[in-house]
């Protein structure tokens, strides 16, 4: 499985850009990059996921450059309830595989 | 689409006794089934993966005869933590993903909100 590394906390204003990233330099050939939300005591929530270059979606954007071995999760203009933990696993989820290893996360704290 | 549910959301319990968690997709079949163990400040554990009809797979440590994991139906799993003791309370959360690309074409995990266990 392939470790991620991601920074322990952020911190961010309303209205602020955040790019969290996420570092999985030993990532394989069909590992797919995808990004989880927890906010405190509820499951966590996808947000996206991607297998390189950029996606993007009504919520966030996954940058993934061409070595793939990190990937950056932005968010546009953040609001207070955007303060969660953000999981960044990495796993061949397309063939029901191994995208089961959450690491420590990033705690993203939106100040007002 | 896609709800998965828990119940209870919040269990107390006795030293000694045992609690029995449910896992249920609402609205999609779910062939694999996960439950995760998450302490306070910390990441989610993988405990176990169930797939419906047979036995499931336990990670490294973690007891399978005092974490019973029953994956009966496509839409149901259970989790029974038998003999329970103050170090067993946590946040336990399930996840459950269905047939890929039937549910998400992401083969995503979607995840129930938690139960909250309290032992005395």
Redesign the interface.
Known sequence: LAKTTQPISMDSYEGQEVNITCSHNNIATND?I?W?QQFP??????II?GYKTKVTNEVASLFIPADRKSSTLSLPRVSLSDTAVY?CLVGD????GN???????TRLMVKP | GAVVSQHPSRVICKSGTSVKIECRSLDFQATTMFWYRQFPKKSLMLMATSNEGSKATYEQGVEKDKFLINHASLTLSTLTVTSAHPEDSSFYICSARGASGRVSPYNEQFFGPGTRLTVL
Do not use: E, I, V, W
Not at chain 1, 99 to 105: C, P, R, S
């Open positions: 797919y995808t989880y005591s509820q499951g966590p929530r996808f996921q999981y989820g397309r063939n029901a995208m089961l290893t959450f690491g420590g996360g």
